[in-house]
């Protein structure tokens, strides 16, 4: 019943843009703040956008000003705007809800 889709990862050159999306099921982003998450290899799973309810962003210092975190209520979906890529932003990119968490979606930067 509940469920998050991550989908928009892909390939991408240093210097490229990408646009993440999550859509819900079973729950509804309205009510609560929704973030993503990235994990690289080697390395442990880190916040790098959130946005609440009332629409206020937070953002980890390696991203901010090349990411943008944004929500669309009436599709209940939640995006992240990539630019500006950088190799070190490769990752599985993750969305999370409270508990819930999404299947990732992998993002590749090449140099």
């Known amino acids: 019943q509940v469920q998050l889709v991550e989908s928009g990862g892909g390939l991408v050159q240093a210097g490229g843009s990408l646009r993440l999306s999550c859509a819900a099921s079973g729950i509804n982003f309205r009510f609560g703040s929704v973030a993503w998450h990235r994990q690289a290899p080697g390395n442990q799973r880190e916040q790098v956008a959130r946005i609440t309810y009332s629409d206020n962003t937070d953002y980890a210092e390696s991203v901010k000003g090349r990411f943008t975190i944004s929500r669309d209520n009436a599709r209940n979906t939640v995006y992240l705007q990539m630019n500006s890529l950088k190799p070190e932003d490769t990752a599985v990119y993750y969305c999370?809800?409270?508990?819930?968490w999404g299947q990732g979606t992998q993002v590749t930067v090449s140099s």
């Open positions: 999370n809800f409270r508990s819930c």
